[in-house]
């Protein structure tokens, strides 16, 4: 039967949220057991993950005045760059549990596990069962999706957050409770104690959807909305008062800040600075550009050669944002999310959720205003292009992984959009619609894949005939009714799953390590490891060597080998060529021995028993030059290393006069040469000058290749 004018208009009767299909269960637990196992499985080969948390884990886990604040040491000296909402669940589980990577990351993938059945629940509630099935598998083999959710960043508790919110916002535009809006506030609050501003990217659409489609009179969804900013301040304000109101002498400074400041942390550094690029502190962004850059230089804390390096990356001759000529992290634009290094994480059905979020709008046309499938197309959408638009033209700080945070919209979009798109499928331009969806799904796959010519090389010509089918299929009639259905349901879900879904596989079958990390094989022009695009994994026709991408220098998110002017040498300075000298005790490019700026030191056994020698004497077994740098050595003895600067090396704590009275109390054992940088963007931080003082004060001693400056024998 052909769809009319009429049929079109009525709206869609919404799934009951208690009708269920007998074989729903079943697909549900298959999805969640899948989800949890391949998101659990070989979780320990990453180790420590990105050291930078995974210590200050540590130190949550022994003291809870670190826990409190999210500090990186156990004796509060600095506390990450982040608030600790995230640091609060692995440290619990690790003072449960002990010490080790699996106690630290299971929390992680049962957020992810736990972000999959919400998502499915939001969705289904409103769309049905299939739509929630789907959404929910679309948003576990999202290859970024499978790398965070195996990571110890706070992106995984995040995702869930925002998930959470949206859910609370359709209950509450399905019965207009204001308890509702209070609780996605609440949600939203937990979300900027876990990675401040970021979360704000969904509030405007929140808050949108409820305007436009929520059921009380407008006056009373005014007044309903500032209920929920009451609870996204009041719980979210509570700690950051208590941080600001707590005597700065007697709590950790404020990691990532020049003036020791939560507020300042929060519209700087972590705030206005990620759209602008005026990013204090930072080590590049849109103050820093042009080759060989004298500014570069001074902003890399004086070492020698940073100023090449600096320039270099920032002016073009390396991106690691993917792109040539745009600053340190990649060009900006609307074509950002689609680029190498971006690309395979997140873009596979950016296209097809667009397509599917204007033909569900569309659909719903003639809805009443508070139609929820409407509504729901609405959240997801501006979720998606808020956030995406956020992304794809912010000058500042931008990782390949943030893009985790557009998850969930596609998976949303893609799981209720097509279900709605099939149910009108007898009319024409729906299946034409279908059929553009599909084809735009081919074509992002086949440019994808393309990227890594060696990843599974058959599967982009699999992809291609299977879509192409599939597109042409879905345009017959006569071939969506029946069992033909079935199969033009099985190869539509083929053709948007197979790339995501090896991309997926590989990154969980891979370690990953280090700062800056990315999922999938290595690609060309994009970020991967040492040697560039060979990559694979069993039982897809890959290499097995492929594996060994993120375990070292991909662990800095560079392309390819490091590029010229980024080989690390002690203080965190670089030289020309990227060569690596074999002294102060670095070990291979870009990470090892004393550490570096973005990846965590790796101590050898002789250098940790130095270290632990009398260690309950002192309130620091040793001190080093950047958060990274300190950290593996923390990590290794369990005791408090403090991390000279924070994460950049650039913080101005502890000052030189700090330091030297700890000093002068034997609270410090051991100096650590080498590490972080010590500078950063329009930064006066005291690791220059720190690292000074130590080598004209102290005598030098090489451990197994560390170099270490005992700080209680006077050189």
């Given amino acids: 039967m052909t769809a009319t004018a009429e049929t079109l208009a009525a709206p869609l009767p919404a799934p009951e949220p208690q009708r269920q299909v007998r074989w729903e269960p079943w697909a549900l637990g298959v999805l969640l057991v899948g989800t949890g196992v391949a998101y659990i499985w070989g979780l320990g080969a990453s180790g420590w993950a990105n050291s930078f948390y995974a210590a200050a884990v540590q130190a949550g886990s022994v003291s809870w005045k670190a826990f409190f604040f999210g500090s990186s040491d156990a004796a509060?000296?600095?506390?990450?760059?982040?608030?600790?909402?995230?640091?609060?669940?692995?440290?619990?589980?690790?003072?449960?549990f002990g010490l080790n990577s699996w106690a630290m990351l299971v929390p992680q993938a049962l957020l992810g596990v736990g972000s999959v059945a919400l998502l499915w629940g939001t969705v289904r509630r409103y769309f049905g069962a299939a739509a929630g099935l789907l959404a929910g598998l679309v948003l576990a083999l999202t290859p970024v999706a499978a790398l965070m959710f195996r990571f110890n960043n706070p992106d995984a508790l995040l995702v869930l957050l925002m998930i959470a919110a949206v859910w609370a916002m359709m209950r509450a535009v399905q019965d207009g409770r204001t308890r509702w809006l209070v609780l996605v506030g609440i949600f939203c609050g937990f979300g900027f104690l876990t990675k401040q501003l970021q979360v704000m990217l969904v509030v405007p659409p929140l808050a949108l959807t409820y305007l436009i489609a929520g059921p009380p009179k407008l006056g009373k969804r005014v007044l309903q909305l500032f209920a929920a900013l009451g609870g996204l301040i009041v719980s979210a304000g509570w700690w950051l008062a208590i941080v600001e109101l707590w005597p700065?002498?007697?709590?950790?400074?404020?990691?990532?800040?020049?003036?020791?400041?939560?507020?300042?942390?929060?519209?700087?550094?972590?705030?206005?600075?990620?759209?602008?690029g005026n990013e204090t502190g930072s080590v590049g962004g849109g103050g820093m550009r042009g080759a060989g850059d004298a500014a570069a230089g001074a902003a890399a804390g004086g070492?020698?050669?940073?100023?090449?390096?600096?320039?270099?990356?920032?002016?073009?001759?390396?991106?690691?944002?993917?792109?040539?000529?745009?600053?340190?992290?990649?060009?900006?634009?609307?074509?950002?999310?689609?680029?190498?290094?971006?690309?395979?994480?997140?873009?596979?059905?950016?296209?097809?959720?667009?397509?599917?979020?204007?033909a569900g709008i569309v659909l719903r046309g003639k809805a009443p205003r508070a139609d929820t499938q409407r509504a729901s197309f609405i959240v997801w959408g501006l979720w998606l292009l808020v956030t995406g638009l956020t992304f794809s033209f912010m000058a500042g700080i931008f990782h390949a992984y943030y893009t985790v945070a557009l998850a969930p919209a596609i998976a949303a979009l893609i799981?209720?959009?097509?279900?709605?798109?099939?149910?009108?499928?007898?009319?024409?331009?729906?299946?034409?619609?279908?059929?553009?969806?599909?084809?735009?799904?081919?074509?992002?796959?086949w440019v994808l894949l393309g990227r890594s010519p060696t990843f599974v090389p058959w599967l982009r010509w699999t992809i291609l005939v299977v879509g192409i089918v599939s597109a042409v299929a879905v345009l017959i009639p006569a071939v969506t009714r029946g069992r033909l259905a079935v199969a033009v349901i099985l190869a539509a879900i083929f053709t948007g799953l197979a790339g995501p879904t090896a991309y997926a596989i590989d990154t969980i079958s891979t370690p990953h390590t280090g700062s800056i990390v990315s999922a999938g094989p290595s690609v060309e022009g994009g970020m991967g490891g040492p040697g560039g695009g060979r990559g694979g994994?069993?039982?897809f026709g890959g290499t097995a060597d492929g594996g060994n991408r993120r375990t070292d220098g991909a662990g800095t998110g560079m392309p390819g080998t490091p590029p010229a002017g980024m080989g690390q040498i002690p203080g965190g300075a670089t030289v020309p060529g990227g060569t690596t000298p074999t002294t102060g005790g670095t070990r291979g490019a870009m990470g090892g021995g004393a550490g570096g700026l973005l990846q965590g030191s790796t101590p050898g056994a002789a250098v940790v028993s130095t270290l632990e020698e009398n260690s309950d004497q002192f309130t620091w077994v040793a001190a080093a030059i950047g958060s990274n740098s300190a950290s593996g050595y923390q990590l290794a003895t369990q005791s408090p290393v403090m991390a000279i600067g924070g994460f950049n090396g650039s913080d101005p704590s502890p000052t030189l006069a700090q330091f030297q009275q700890y000093v002068a109390e034997g609270k410090i054992h051991f100096f650590i040469a080498g590490g972080g940088m010590g500078g950063g963007m329009n930064a006066e931080g005291t690791a220059t000058a720190i690292s000074t003082w130590v080598t004209?004060?102290?005598?030098?001693?090489?451990v197994d290749g560390v170099t270490l400056y005992d700080l209680t024998a006077a050189g």
Avoid: C
């Fill in 76 to 96: 509060n000296s600095i506390t990450v760059d982040k608030p600790p909402m995230s640091l609060w669940l692995m440290s619990l589980s690790v003072r449960i």
């Fill in 303 to 358: 070492f020698p050669g940073m100023g090449e390096a600096a320039g270099g990356m920032a002016g073009g001759g390396m991106a690691p944002g993917g792109a040539a000529g745009g600053g340190m992290w990649g060009s900006t634009g609307i074509t950002r999310l689609f680029e190498s290094a971006q690309g395979g994480q997140i873009a596979w059905l950016i296209p097809a959720a667009l397509i599917l979020l204007v």
């Fill in 696 to 702: 004209e004060n102290f005598t030098a001693t090489t």
């Fill in 537 to 539: 994994f069993g039982g």
């Fill in 415 to 445: 799981g209720s959009g097509s279900v709605v798109a099939w149910r009108h499928r007898d009319v024409l331009w729906v299946r034409i619609i279908l059929a553009v969806s599909l084809a735009a799904t081919v074509a992002m796959a």
């Fill in 248 to 276: 700065a002498d007697s709590r950790p400074w404020i990691g990532g800040s020049q003036n020791n400041s939560i507020l300042e942390l929060t519209l700087g550094y972590n705030g206005l600075g990620r759209l602008s």
